[in-house]
């Protein structure tokens, strides 16, 4: 029977990733409408007085952050700060970081809508936990934006925006805990390469793994089994070496998996399963991780490992 060891979480060096968030109890005040979720531990109690509550919807999505106007007065205000600043010679995107940077113009982060797109598709309301993290969005609106940004939300999702929060845009609340920025090209050059692959091979390996795992269907990061992934993606740097290995062997990545473990009880436990194709002999090697996403931050179980199909008798 194999056992289950809970090992230290791995995570990728990310050149730029913002330290971590203060968590503080209060809430944002446009954020007010989020009501507060019954922790997932408190089922027992709650049933013992006869009320149910809802577990708390966790998110762990990847994608990227945009600010936006709510109403014609921001924009304005917006525009009167920016007058009063020297803005010469910059783009639009290089004005709009450097307004928002500054010490007098906070009131204006707070008054802005962050959204949180995948894919191109408008999919959260972002508001912080800790209204002094609002710097975390504003650092998140990089002054010279490239296709391969790409930010990481972890928070707890609450209800649709009313359509006057942000001019008529009507997406779920994500109140965030923390947020991760970084680029493509850094987190994978920021991995540990094998020692008998080349950083030539590497590379490739890495980012169509990592890109294999982002762009899967309807990974809005709200479900356990995208978190699990979405996870895996950016905090776990021992699949990547094990894809250039396996590309090394002719073999070709020919899915990724979720389900739920035999370990899996009080605490809620992920398989993730990678399997890979040999290109000749179609042999199938499967390898896979355990994965923890009973709470807001997942965690490793097991390390990545041979996956074997269990027989049924």
Known sequence: MEQSVELQEQPINQPGANPPARVLPSVAPAAAAVQPQACSTCGTAAAASGTTTAPPSWIYAIGNIEARFPSVSVEKEFAQATGRDKTAG??????????????????????????????????????????????????????????LDLDVVIGIKGPVAAPEMCNGLMVPIVIFDQIYSFEREALIKSIPKPEKTSAKEFAPAAE???????????????????????????????????????????????????????????????????????????????????????????????????????QTL
Do not use: W
């Open 90 to 147: 910059l783009t639009d995107r290089q004005t709009l970081h450097a307004v928002l940077s500054k010490a007098e113009n906070r009131y204006l982060s707070r008054q802005l809508c962050f959204v949180l797109t995948i894919e191109g598709l408008e999919t959260y309301l972002l508001r912080p936990r800790d209204p002094a993290d609002f710097s975390l969005l504003v650092e998140a609106i990089r002054p010279e934006p490239s296709p």
């Open 208 to 310: 169509e793994l990592f890109d294999r795992l982002v762009q899967m269907a309807d990974n809005a990061g709200d479900s356990d089994e995208n978190r699990a992934l979405n996870y895996c993606a950016v905090r776990y740097p021992a699949i990547y070496a094990r894809a250039a290995e396996q590309f090394a062997l002719n073999s070709s990545l020919t899915a990724v998996n979720v389900q739920a473990s035999a370990l899996s009880g009080v605490r809620k436990v992920l398989d993730v399963i990678f399997s890979y194709t040999h290109r000749s002999t179609d042999v199938v090697d499967k390898f896979f991780v355990r994965v923890d996403v009973t709470d807001e931050f997942p965690f490793l179980v097991t390390k990545l490992s041979p996956y074997y199909e269990r």
